[in-house]
Structures are given as C-alpha cells and as structure tokens.
C-alpha cells in the first residue's frame, strides 16, 4: 500500500516558506500532478499561506494550526485552515484564486490520522491495545477509503474493504490492487487475512469481476 500522506502545515513552519504544498486528497488522490496545478493557482492569485492563515485568524479570532490545500474535480484550489478558537476547532475555507473566505464551521478534529500500535502499547501506558480479528473467504465491499467511503484520516486514495459494516484501510497483501480505481464506487471482493484495530491485513484478496 502506498505510504499515507497528510496535508498539514504546521503553523510554525510558516515563516520558512511561502509555499509549501503536499499531494492532495480532493481531486483524485495523491498525484503530484494536483500539487502542481495548486502551486499554480496560488502563484497565480499571489496569495501564500501566510496571508490565508492571517485571513483565518482574522475571521475567526483563533490561533490557526494547520492548513490543508484540497482541489476539486475542476481545479478550483481551497485552502482549509484549521483554527483552534477557545476549546473549539474551527475549519475556514479560503477560495485559492481569490483569497477570500468560502465558508466557516466548526469541526471535531483537525485533519491528522490518528497513530496506531500494531503490537498493542506497552504495558503500564493506560492504553488498550488494538483488537485482531481473523476473517476467512469472506465476500466484503472495498472501495477507496478516502474517495468512496470517507474515513476519518484518510487523505489520499487508500484501498478500503468494509468488513460487517465497519471500515477498514488495507494495509497490506492487496499491493496488486490500485486504489485510484475504486474511486467512484464499491466493488465486491473475497478476503481472508486479520484485522488489526483499523487496518486490514490481506493473505487473500480476490475482487469479484462483475
């Protein structure tokens, strides 16, 4: 599987760079291509991370902590700054051609995949360790987690199977499978492997051809 990637800046690494712009997860994943065509749009506008995280901060009176850069399926670049304004989080959309705010709302976290034990945390921590679970021959639907089923975390197009309802990234044992494929709908599998915590590790994935 291909390693995940998160679109955050840091708020104290501002001052190094004008523009600093990772993949982004929007438009269809991970591509360069995409980062690219944001650079453009924001070289174009002449509008830089600093002045976007001002803008935020003015519109919301908060300290701004992170931004993530998104492109939609026509190229319109939107800059999500994440602002924390008391003990709330605030999310201000910030249109990247004009500068201006799009939308303000408030939002439960900020846009960072939570960091997983694969062996369970040490003992004495106060931290439970993941669950594992064995599933054998099983039919599930799998899509791309962050295009089709929208997890929590995900920013890029991962491969995703939804085991009894709950969804799960693959993170292993399905690297013959490309996830920007299943970016538009669910499709059917047969999968034997484990589930640990969040994730998904395949010894058998079989996609049924419709």
Do not use: W
């Amino acid at each position: 599987m291909k390693q995940r990637k998160v679109l955050v800046l840091s708020a104290a690494l501002i001052g190094i760079a004008a523009y600093i712009v990772y993949p982004v997860y929007a438009h269809c994943g991970k591509c360069a291509a995409d980062g690219k065509t944001i650079v453009q749009t924001l070289e174009a506008s002449k509008l830089t991370l600093p002045k976007a995280i001002e803008t935020a901060e003015k519109q919301t009176k908060g300290k701004v902590l992170s931004i993530v850069p998104a492109l939609d399926e026509k190229d319109a670049v939107t800059l999500k700054a994440y602002s924390m304004v008391g003990d709330k989080i605030t999310r201000v959309d910030i249109d990247g051609k004009t500068g201006s705010v799009i939308k303000t709302e408030d939002v439960t976290e900020f846009p960072i995949a939570p960091v997983k034990h694969s062996l369970g945390d040490s003992p004495g921590t106060g931290e439970k360790p993941m669950s594992s679970r064995t599933i054998s021959n099983q039919t599930v639907d799998v899509a791309c987690g962050g295009c089709v089923f929208h997890m929590t975390g995900v920013q890029g197009c991962e491969l995703a199977v939804k085991i009894d309802g709950k969804n799960y990234l693959v993170t292993k044992g399905a690297e013959h499978i490309n996830a920007h494929e299943y970016c538009t709908a669910a499709k059917k599998a047969i999968v034997s492997g484990r589930i640990e915590g969040d994730n998904f590790i395949a010894t058998k994935f079989e996609v049924i051809k419709s």
